[in-house]
């Protein structure tokens, strides 16, 4: 692996025990996880993937994207292109008229997120035009706009505003003529991160460092541990030691502004403070958490986002007991052949019941016709076929199909194409990566389970509860501007 090397764990101070209990742990507590790894001194002490995920899939890292444009804002203040006590405005002329409150803001109050806005500038407010939940073009001009104006002082208080990261990327990309993700290249060959690391686009054409980074697991491990080592690669400098220093200390509180821990221990410049040093955190739990005192990194990417916050607090707990678990020296190797098989064996689970009942018989090949619902579903059919089945559905007047697995998830599609790709409020036109599961939770009650992990992550959970000839069916959905039609409950009958 470019950029480092693999060891036993016990080499650095870790017991393979005690990565197997944190793996016993996520079973056990059904954290939706999907791949980790743990660094130590540079060098991988696991590598792990549930399948069907593996070392080549790419990952959104929703908003762990911030700290990659927050190196690039550091390498162009390092080469001269920014001055982070300069008023924000000044590069961007073209802008005329911006609300003064905005204009008084510097590069470092955007860094901090201590900018006078009470929401991110580039969402749609509920009268203005567009079907997404972001404006269709403007953002930066959205910026420095009174919009979401906020009678506070520039670089006083702290509330968590997205926009300053996509206007950071915008800056980048004005004094230096780049994309942040290509002037980061330098560095980002330095340290072995493949030329595969890409970006989502805003409407405007500029990279969405705000939430829209995507790469492997091995490129985000690259990246948390140059964050962990403060800029420094194998004894050379690449991002300057102040700045780096700066960027993960806390600049500004966040106590009780960001919910569950680790939130709320304060800011840095795009970069989460947390109880034991610092970190990255992104949507549906994508984090890379630093403990530099032991040189330790714990990176992973998950879909946890109907969970809110405490998967968050569960997932930084488990990584903070490896950290405290930590020696300082080798220690000797126990366990070893446990951990080999335990992290040979990780696959999805989302099965919450039986594969199988005998329901299936009585409901299976029937249709269904529902009353008016906010789904929009008219009418549906589940065809079982031993470790398979089939939700077949019409929704708008469109026939769907989904595959799942009977208590097992099936890697399929979800069978909607107008969520956005490339660019966020563009259709993509195919249709997003899913795992779907199939378990019956009793002997009439069927769960499907859909996890989508793709460009975009989020999810469906569709309960189906059968009594006589009837149906109730009540579907629960979760995601960025995505998913949202797949909320409600509905009733239905069968329709010979």
Same mark, same amino acid.
Do not use: Q
């Given at each position: 692996m470019n950029g480092f090397e693999f060891c036993p764990p016990e080499e650095e101070g870790l017991a393979s025990e005690k990565i197997t209990e944190f793996i016993d742990f996520i079973k056990r507590t059904r954290?939706?996880?999907?791949?980790?790894?743990?660094?130590?001194?540079?060098?991988?002490?696991?590598e792990a993937y549930y399948k069907p995920f593996d070392k080549d899939t790419k990952r959104r890292l929703y908003s762990c994207s911030k700290s990659v444009v927050s190196l690039a804002v550091g390498l162009a203040s390092d080469n001269g292109l920014i001055s982070l006590d300069a008023?924000?405005?000044?590069?961007?002329?073209?802008?005329?008229?911006?609300?003064?409150?905005?204009?008084?803001?510097?590069?470092k109050d955007v860094l901090t997120m201590t900018v006078p806005q009470w929401a991110t500038s580039y969402k749609r407010l509920p009268d203005e035009p567009g079907n997404s939940i972001v404006l269709n073009s403007g953002w930066t001009e959205a910026f420095f706009s009174s919009r979401f104006s906020l009678d506070k002082p520039a670089g006083k208080l702290f509330l968590y505003n997205s926009a300053t990261s996509y206007v950071l990327c915008d800056l980048v990309r004005r004094v230096t003529g780049k994309g942040f993700l290509e002037y980061l290249r330098p560095v980002f060959d330095k340290i072995g991160v493949s030329e595969d690391i890409d970006c989502v686009l805003s409407p405007d054409g500029v990279e969405w460092g705000s939430s829209g980074v995507i790469c492997t697991m091995r490129d985000f491990a690259k990246i948390g541990y140059l964050i962990l080592e403060k800029g420094n690669y194998r004894g050379e400098q690449l991002i300057s030691r102040d700045y780096m220093e700066a960027a993960t200390s806390k600049q500004i509180d966040t106590v009780f502004d960001c919910g569950a821990m680790p939130k709320n221990y304060g800011y840095g410049y795009q970069i989460w403070i947390e109880p034991f040093g610092y970190g990255l955190h992104g949507l549906g739990s994508q984090f890379a958490f630093c403990f530099p005192d032991k040189d330790f990194l714990f990176v992973c990417n998950s879909n946890t986002e109907n969970s809110a916050g405490y998967r968050q607090s569960e997932l930084y707990e488990a990584a903070a007991r490896l950290y405290l678990s930590l020696k300082d020296g080798p220690i000797k190797q126990d366990g070893n052949n446990r951990l080999a098989s335990a992290l040979a064996g990780l696959e999805i689970d989302h099965s919450f019941g039986k594969a199988r009942s005998s329901f299936e018989k009585k409901v299976g090949?029937?249709? #269904?016709?529902?009353?008016?619902?906010?789904?929009?579903?008219?009418? +549906?059919?589940? /065809?079982?076929? =031993? @470790?398979?089945?089939?939700?077949?559905?019409?929704?708008?007047?469109?026939?769907?199909?989904?595959?799942?697995?009977?208590?097992?998830?099936?890697?399929?599609?979800?069978?909607?194409?107008?969520?956005?790709?490339?660019?966020?409020?563009?259709?993509?036109g195919r249709r997003p990566r899913?795992?779907?599961?199939?378990?019956?939770?009793?002997?009439?009650?069927?769960?499907?389970?859909?996890?989508?992990?793709?460009?975009?992550?989020?999810?469906?959970?569709?309960?189906?509860? #059968?009594?006589?000839?009837?149906?109730?069916?009540?579907?629960?959905? +979760?995601?960025? /501007?995505?998913? =949202? @039609?797949?909320?409600?409950?509905?009733?239905?009958?069968?329709?010979?």
């Open positions: 954290i939706n996880l999907h791949s980790f790894m743990l660094l130590r001194h540079g060098r991988v002490l696991a008023p924000m405005i000044s590069y961007f002329p073209e802008i005329g008229n911006p609300d003064p409150k905005m204009a008084a803001v510097t590069v090949g029937r249709r #269904f016709i529902l009353a008016d619902n906010p789904m929009g579903i008219s009418e +549906f059919t589940l /065809d079982f076929n =031993g @470790e398979t089945g089939v939700f077949r559905y019409v929704k708008g007047g469109a026939e769907k199909s989904l595959p799942f697995g009977a208590g097992r998830y099936e890697d399929t599609f979800f069978p909607e194409t107008h969520y956005y790709g490339k660019v966020i409020t563009k259709p993509s899913a795992l779907v599961t199939g378990s019956w939770t009793s002997e009439n009650r069927l769960l499907l389970v859909v996890d989508v992990c793709d460009t975009v992550i989020g999810g469906v959970g569709i309960v189906f509860e #059968f009594y006589g000839d009837s149906v109730a069916l009540k579907a629960t959905a +979760f995601g960025e /501007d995505i998913l =949202g @039609e797949y909320n409600g409950y509905a009733t239905g009958t069968i329709k010979e």
